[in-house]
């Protein structure tokens, strides 16, 4: 039943992405910022983490997951720290996930040939 969740959550959400940008001019650097920005939004209303626990895996594993790692931070941090913790804690919940995606882009540009 968990694959499933997160099979379905994360199909909608490209679904939605792929409706964006059938019927929309916004390309697909818009689409992305956008669906980060709604991920911290779902995160500020506390909807996120009932995403996760529905979805798992299917909520974790997409771009809105970034926005909600930033504003999970950003809010720790402000939490701890007040406004000072809002901006030095930002990245430091959200660091591994930008750290692993710069090494396995590395490891891919590696491992594949680019199409001229």
Not at 39 to 55: D, H, S, T, V
């Amino acid at each position: 039943m968990n694959f499933l969740c997160a099979f379905l959550f994360a199909g909608v959400a490209c679904l939605l992405a792929q409706i964006i940008l059938d019927n929309t001019k916004l390309t697909p650097g818009h689409v992305t910022s956008l669906f980060t920005i709604l991920g911290a939004f779902f995160a500020f209303l506390g909807l996120y983490e009932k995403f996760i626990q529905f979805a798992g895996g299917g909520a974790t594993s997409i771009i809105s997951n970034f926005g909600y790692m930033l504003y999970k931070g950003a809010y720790l941090g402000f939490q701890e720290n007040g406004i000072i913790g809002l901006f030095s804690e930002l990245l430091c919940y959200s660091s591994c996930a930008i750290a692993g995606v710069v090494v396995f882009a590395f490891v891919l540009t590696l491992l594949c040939k680019p199409r001229d």
